[in-house]
Nanobody, 111 residues
Framework: QVQLVESGGGLVQPGGSLRLSCSAP????????MGWYRQTPGKQRDLVAG???????VYGDSAKGRFTIFRDDAENTMYLQMNSLKPEDTAVYYC?????WGQGTLVTISS
């Protein structure tokens, strides 16, 4: 079973920033699409941002203009830089590489 390792969640005040990271085995990192989803209780898991197989970033409406997704191929790690955070960004954030999911990391935006 492929294991992804997420980190970077936490409690931040509105307007603050966080960077999430997701590390994956090199065997899957190089050849797959990848991305970040988020989920709040009772709701579906929604796309935040992704990187297509050909390296193109895509963003959900909630992330446009505030979040940046990028990858470090040397480290087999994907990142999500989140700026100008809002309380409505509070959620568990999951990374996905290919069809493998991370364990989720909680992001809480509150004063």
């Amino acid at each position: 079973q492929v294991q992804l390792v997420e980190s970077g969640g936490g409690l931040v005040q509105p307007g603050g920033s966080l960077r999430l990271s997701c590390s994956a085995p090199g065997s899957i990192f190089s050849n797959n699409a990848m991305g970040w989803y988020r989920q709040t209780p009772g709701k579906q898991r929604d796309l935040v941002a992704g990187i297509t197989v050909d390296g193109r970033p895509v963003y959900g409406d909630s992330a446009k203009g505030r979040f940046t997704i990028f990858r470090d191929d040397a480290e087999n790690t994907m990142y999500l830089q989140m700026n100008s955070l809002k309380p409505e960004d509070t959620a568990v954030y999951y990374c996905i590489v290919g069809d493998a999911w991370g364990q989720g990391t909680l992001v809480t935006i509150s004063s």
